[in-house]
């Protein structure tokens, strides 16, 4: 079992829009480490940016597979297709928490 770490750049996707909007995250666009990923891997999620930081964990659910990005109101340009690991969030965070934070506290 494996411990990944998944970005989102907010730049590209509205994370924050998506979950305040009530979707559930289901999946995530990964583009590197396709053959790698597995069920039952661990993720960590991390938005960049300058309020960006750690935001959540959760599993890997299944392989990746490839297919068409959906809801494009939260894309800020359209993806196309890309392949995506399904997942559940375990957990997520009030606030995200920034890497100078992650030096002086624990986590989970």
Known sequence: ????????NQEKFDLDRYRQ???NLSSWSV?????ELAAG???VMWVTGPHGGLVGRGRITGVPT?????LGEYWHQDPGTRWYAPLAM???LTQATHSSGLRS???W
Do not use: N, P, V
């Open 1 to 8: 079992m494996a411990t990944w770490l998944l970005a989102c």
């Open 21 to 23: 909007d009530g979707h």
């Open 31 to 35: 583009g590197r480490y396709l053959k």
């Open 41 to 43: 891997d661990q993720f």
């Open 66 to 70: 490839q297919q068409s990005s959906a």
């Open 90 to 92: 375990d957990e997520w």
């Open 105 to 107: 506290r624990l986590i």
